[in-house]
């Protein structure tokens, strides 16, 4: 338990080009200069929860999110928690279990075009992703602009 409007608020994480994620918060309303935030996470229930190593700061240097290398979840249920301290109090913690993935486009894009049938065939593979592996998860749309 903390003071009323000192934990984080807007909380998200975004993976992209599958292995990179950046986790941003905003500062607690009631949160002064000297509040400071840290980020703890576990991307399965088979690893140990470790805390940031490279935050990104505001310009009073207090921590408003945090840029992971080599990210690999097994699932999308990564354990994230976010706690803090200042002088004398205690800062509300929050934790959540929130991931959204940028995708890259799809892989190999290939199409063939017949002018004898008006007809053109296109193909592609799934794009890399961290942890999504199944192909029924994805829909595609395809805009076609005649020239």
């Not at 003071?3 to 975004?14: H, L, R, S, W």
């Not at 470790?50 to 990564?78: L, M, P, S, W």
Request: aromatic letters at 12%; a positive charge.
């Amino acid at each position: 338990a903390g003071m009323n409007g000192t934990a984080i608020e807007n909380f998200a994480c975004v993976i992209f080009n599958v292995s990179f994620m950046n986790c941003t918060w905003h500062v607690g309303r009631t949160a002064t200069e000297d509040t400071q935030y840290f980020l703890y996470w576990r991307p399965s229930k088979k690893e140990d929860v470790t805390e940031c190593q490279n935050y990104i700061k505001d310009n009073c240097g207090r921590h408003t999110g945090c840029r992971f290398q080599n990210v690999t979840i097994e699932n999308k249920n990564a354990y994230f928690l976010v706690n803090g301290s200042r002088k004398l109090l205690l800062i509300n913690s929050i934790s959540v279990y929130i991931i959204v993935e940028k995708l890259t486009p799809p892989l190999n894009v290939a199409v063939n075009c017949s002018e004898a049938s008006h007809r053109c065939s296109i193909w592609w593979q799934q794009p890399r992703t961290s942890h999504v592996k199944k192909s029924s998860c994805f829909k595609y749309e395809i805009v076609i602009e005649s020239k």
